[in-house]
């Protein structure tokens, strides 16, 4: 059974900085994409940046050249670098993997982190 694990949430001031991590276990094959997105109450959940297998990364308007996603494909982790954050960053982010545990290209989420900017 696959499961993702996020850690690296908290309470940061504005103009900080914060990593989030999402580690994937079990049994697994293969890992194509991988993803943050956020979410606030009564908002849809919206992307804020993915990574494909073939190394190409996108990334939300709101968050270019502030947030920095990586992944590390030895350790089925990927990661969110935020730095530079504002208030309208604090929401519940939650990691997603596409990936292969033996039953072809499936998606799995993380928990979701609460990240919280405020002074």
């Known amino acids: 059974q696959v499961q993702l694990v996020e850690s690296g949430g908290g309470l940061v001031q504005p103009g900080g900085s914060l990593r989030l991590s999402c580690a994937a276990s079990?049994?697994?094959?293969?890992?194509?994409?991988m993803g943050w997105y956020r979410q606030n109450p009564g908002k849809q959940r919206e992307l804020v940046a993915a990574?494909?297998?073939?190394?190409?990364?996108n990334y939300a308007d709101s968050v270019k050249g502030r947030f920095t996603i990586s992944r590390d494909n030895a350790k089925n982790t990927v990661y969110l670098q935020m730095n530079s954050l504002k208030p309208e960053d604090t929401a519940v982010y939650y990691c997603r993997q596409i990936l292969d545990a033996g039953r072809g290209r499936s998606i799995y989420w993380g928990q979701g982190t609460q990240v919280t900017v405020s002074s």
């Open positions: 079990g049994s697994i094959f293969s890992i194509y994409a």
């Open positions: 990574s494909t297998s073939g190394g190409s990364t």
